[in-house]
């Protein structure tokens, strides 16, 4: 008697998971076994932190003002537009005096949720590291090893002596893209940039975004591009720099937890049936 409700799950589950990739489905298992991407026309499906991409095209790992980092994790992939944005604003770094960029993860060859981040699902965010690239011709190897530079300091409220002008005039290019949504950045160097920016002509300011972590790299999302209705744009930013409201960063949200406050639960992993009806068409495409 009591195998029975054993067995029946036992057989739900096989049924359910050689059924095919719209059942019940662990979505970061799923798309990570995919390396490479569909031959469909480029479209980003879906939302940010949940969604995926078809017709995905690599970052070349090297180029005249940038290279990949960490290419064993194959997080290279993004719409083509993403890829586009990314050549670009390397190039717009040598204006500043950098070489150019070194970039992190974009996404997974068919998009989906990656390892290590909650968005990077639909082929439009990028993470940018912070350190300055020294060359741009590191091996393959060197780019495994290599790490980035932190520009917090310490006591989380201030940024350290690895905050540049060059790095504030390289976010301040990204935020004014008409294709950048949002980009975001440890709390510290949002009120940096507050001080820093002239009075006028602060719109762009709205966009950069303090949020945990993110003291090593920036993180840049861009809008849907035009014309793809299968893509979610986030919800829009609330109006004016987000000065003021940075400021809760480096004040409450450095307070130690309230030990009564009730334990945050813990999201159940995406599965690939949670996602938009056409990323399980781009999981299954050949
Ligand atoms: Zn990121």
């Not at 719209?22 to 479209?43: C, I, L, M, N, V």
């Not at 190039?91 to 993860?105: I, P």
């Not at 940096?192 to 950069?208: Q, S």
């Not at 159940?268 to 949670?274: F, H, I, K």
Request: proline share 10%; aromatic share 6%; net charge positive.
């Amino acid at each position: 008697m009591t195998r029975l409700p054993s067995l029946v799950f036992l057989l739900t589950s096989l049924f359910l998971y050689t059924a095919g990739p719209t059942a019940a489905q662990d979505a970061k298992r799923a798309f990570s076994a995919k390396g490479t991407p569909t031959a469909h026309q480029p479209a980003s499906i879906g939302a940010h932190a949940k969604g995926c991409v078809a017709g995905a095209v690599a970052l070349p790992e090297s180029g005249p003002t940038w290279q990949a980092m960490r290419l064993s994790r194959n997080h290279y992939w993004g719409h083509p537009a993403t890829v586009e944005f990314i050549e670009q604003l390397s190039r717009a770094a040598t204006q500043v005096g950098w070489n150019g960029l070194y970039v992190g993860d974009i996404g997974q060859a068919r998009g989906g949720p990656v390892q290590g981040h909650a968005s990077h699902q639909s082929g439009l965010d990028v993470d940018i590291w912070l350190l300055p690239p020294g060359r741009l011709d590191l091996s393959r190897a060197e780019r495994e090893k290599i790490s980035s530079i932190n520009v917090r300091a310490p006591n989380q409220k201030q940024v350290n002596g690895n905050w540049t002008r060059a790095h504030e005039r390289i976010l301040e290019a990204a935020a004014r893209d008409p294709r950048v949504n949002r980009i975001f950045i440890t709390p510290p160097v949002k009120l940096k940039m507050c001080a820093e920016a002239p009075k006028r002509d602060r719109a762009w300011l709205g966009k950069i975004r303090p949020w945990w972590g993110h003291n090593e790299h920036f993180h840049v999302r861009l809008n849907c591009p035009k014309g793809e209705r299968g893509c979610e744009d986030p919800a829009p930013l609330p109006a004016g720099d987000g000065c003021a409201e940075a400021v809760w960063w480096v004040t409450e949200a450095l307070e130690p937890p309230d030990p009564n406050a009730p334990k945050p639960v813990a999201k159940p992993p995406l599965q690939v049936a949670d996602l938009p009806p056409q990323c399980a068409s781009v999981l299954s495409a050949r």
